[in-house]
């Protein structure tokens, strides 16, 4: 199985710039689709994006396309998650996901579909 445990959340201004890091072990990060989810205060866990095993082809989130970047190395067995032109709304902890490759990937995919999770990182955007 898979391990993941994420990097680089914080305190940023809105407008800002964060960089996220999921960092996997036990196994091959290029073996599994790998996601990334949130949750704010008193919300429920909400899909922001996700990555292909196979191809890299990358899926968002309505509320995070054309802000956030999802991106895989596969020599440091991780995946980043980019995030530009942060809004006082993108406040939350950040979780990094993975799951087996037989699942389809999409713009709009559920807690269930992922099978591993990181501990999360919180991610705080001042107004």
């Known amino acids: 199985q898979v391990q993941l445990v994420e990097s680089g959340g914080g305190l940023v201004q809105a407008g800002g710039s964060l960089r996220l890091s999921c960092a996997a072990s036990?196994?091959?990060?290029?073996?599994?689709?790998v996601g990334w989810f949130r949750q704010a205060p008193g919300k429920e866990r909400e899909f922001v994006g996700a990555i292909s095993w196979k191809d890299s082809r990358t899926y968002y989130a309505d509320s995070v396309k054309g802000r956030f970047t999802i991106s895989r190395d596969d020599a440091k067995n991780t995946v980043d998650l980019q995030m530009n032109s942060l809004k006082a709304e993108d406040t939350a902890v950040y979780y990094c996901?993975?799951?087996?490759?037989?699942?389809?990937?999409?713009?709009?995919?559920?807690?269930?579909?992922?099978?591993?999770w990181g501990q999360g990182t919180q991610v705080t955007v001042s107004s």
């Open positions: 036990g196994r091959t990060v290029s073996d599994y689709h």
């Open positions: 996901t993975a799951t087996f490759p037989y699942h389809t990937l999409g713009p709009a995919m559920g807690i269930g579909d992922f099978r591993f």
